[in-house]
């Protein structure tokens, strides 16, 4: 048996993702600069379209779980936006994650019919933003 982690990472929803360690990881390596060194990952949720912050730095797990066992994993995408506000520019990450029972291309149909007008950058909770690019990890 090998120990490893489970975080639950809530939505104000109610929904609740559940990831492992390793997940967690590739996430944060997958970032960008700018977002990896930031305390907090900034995940959409897909039931409310939410956007919500989680503080990967200091996380507690919600129960050890045994990482032999061959669970599915949930599908990652990260989808990168421009914040819209005028003369910013800056880049807007949002973590993405699927239900069980969702594959990948189920995850990417969805994800590109979202309006992602509506996710600013850090700075800007009021501007818009505009799809840029998408990619699964």
């Not at 929904?15 to 492992?20: G, I, K, N, Y």
């Not at 897909?46 to 797990?61: G, I, K, S, V």
């Not at 949930?74 to 910013?88: A, N, Q, R, S």
Request: net charge negative; aromatic share 6%.
């Amino acid at each position: 048996m090998i120990l490893g982690e489970r975080y639950d990472i809530p939505c104000p929803c109610g929904e609740t993702t559940s990831l492992r360690e390793r997940t967690l990881r590739q996430i944060v390596d997958n970032l960008t600069e700018l977002d990896r060194a930031a305390p907090e990952i900034t995940f959409v949720c897909l039931q409310c379209d939410t956007p919500f912050r989680f503080d990967h730095q200091n996380r507690e797990p919600s129960e050890p779980i045994d990482e032999s066992l061959r669970s599915s994993e949930p599908f990652v995408c990260i989808v990168t936006t421009k914040c819209g506000e005028l003369h910013c520019g800056c880049p807007v990450e949002l973590v993405a994650v699927s239900k069980s029972g969702v594959t990948d291309k189920q995850l990417h149909a969805e994800l590109r019919k979202r309006d992602w007008t509506k996710f600013p950058c850090r700075k800007h909770r009021d501007s818009s933003s505009f799809l840029g690019s998408m990619r699964q990890i």
